[in-house]
Nanobody, 129 residues
Framework: EVQLVESGGGLVQAGGSLRLSCSASGFTFDDYAIGWFRQAPGKEREGVSCISSRDGTTYYADSVKGRFTSSSDGSKNTVYLQMNNPTPEATVVYYC??????????????????????WGQGTLVTVSS
C-alpha cells in the first residue's frame, strides 16, 4: 500500500524559510513522479512542484519559481520542499502526491496533477506578514 506522510508544516514569517518533507512507503521510490500541491480555504488545489524520483527532473509553478526547491533523497524515501521567502497568506494545506512514471517515461513528459494516484494527509503552513 502506497503511503505518503507530510511533515514540517507550521508558522513561518514572510522572508523566512520552511522545509516540508514527504516520506513515502509501499512503492519503489525511484520510479515515481512526486508532486507538491497546496490548497487555501475556499480555493482549488493547485500544483506547486513536480519531481521525478528517477532522474531528478523538476518543474515549478510560476508563482514559486526561484523561491521553492523540491528535492528527493532515495536513501530516505523522502521528497522535500524547501520554501524560501514564502508569500504571506492564511493557513494553507500542503499535500504531496505520487504516481508511477511508467516504462515510457521521458523527462519532458513529467506531469504532476490533481489526478495523481496517491495522496498524503497534508500539512498546514501559515505565513505571517
Amino acid at each position: 500500500e502506497v503511503q505518503l506522510v507530510e511533515s514540517g508544516g507550521g508558522l513561518v514569517q514572510a522572508g523566512g524559510s520552511l522545509r516540508l518533507s514527504c516520506s513515502a512507503s509501499g512503492f519503489t521510490f525511484d520510479d515515481y513522479a512526486i508532486g507538491w500541491f497546496r490548497q487555501a480555504p475556499g480555493k482549488e488545489r493547485e500544483g506547486v512542484s513536480c519531481i521525478s524520483s528517477r532522474d531528478g527532473t523538476t518543474y515549478y509553478a510560476d508563482s514559486v519559481k526561484g523561491r521553492f526547491t523540491s528535492s528527493s533523497d532515495g536513501s530516505k524515501n523522502t521528497v522535500y520542499l524547501q520554501m524560501n521567502n514564502p508569500t504571506p497568506e492564511a493557513t494553507v494545506v500542503y499535500y504531496c502526491a505520487a504516481s508511477p512514471l511508467g516504462l515510457a517515461y521521458v523527462s519532458y513528459l513529467l506531469v504532476c496533477d490533481t489526478d495523481m494516484d496517491s495522496w498524503g494527509q497534508g500539512t498546514l503552513v501559515t505565513v505571517s506578514s
